[in-house]
């Protein structure tokens, strides 16, 4: 996978792997994914602000990786 940023935004980021665990990350602002539809036809999905950092983190699991890898700053705990 190749992503390329041009702009980023700062998160408050969580996951329901991890009750009540908030961090800040930075995620890119739009992300464009390449990807196979049902058909196995190649399609192109963009997401920006939410959806983009949507995106990124499920992809991540997919690598086997979690939000708090990515983590600036610990926020505590969800209220």
Same mark, same amino acid.
């Given at each position: ?28 602002? +739009?992300?464009?994914?390449?990807? @196979?539809?049902?058909?196995?036809? #190649? %399609? !192109?999905?963009?997401?920006?602000? *939410?959806?983009? +950092?949507?995106?990124?983190?499920? @992809?991540?699991?997919?690598?086997? #990786? %979690? !939000?708090?890898?990515?983590?600036? *700053? ?6």
């Amino acid at each position: 996978m190749n992503i390329f940023v041009l702009l980023v935004q700062e998160c408050i980021e969580g996951c329901i792997s991890f009750p009540n665990r908030l961090v800040k990350t930075i995620r890119p602002q +739009k992300i464009t994914i390449r990807a @196979l539809n049902e058909y196995g036809k #190649e %399609i !192109f999905v963009t997401g920006e602000d *939410e959806m983009a +950092k949507c995106f990124c983190h499920e @992809l991540e699991h997919l690598d086997g #990786e %979690i !939000f708090l890898d990515r983590a600036i *700053e610990e926020i505590g705990l969800e209220v």
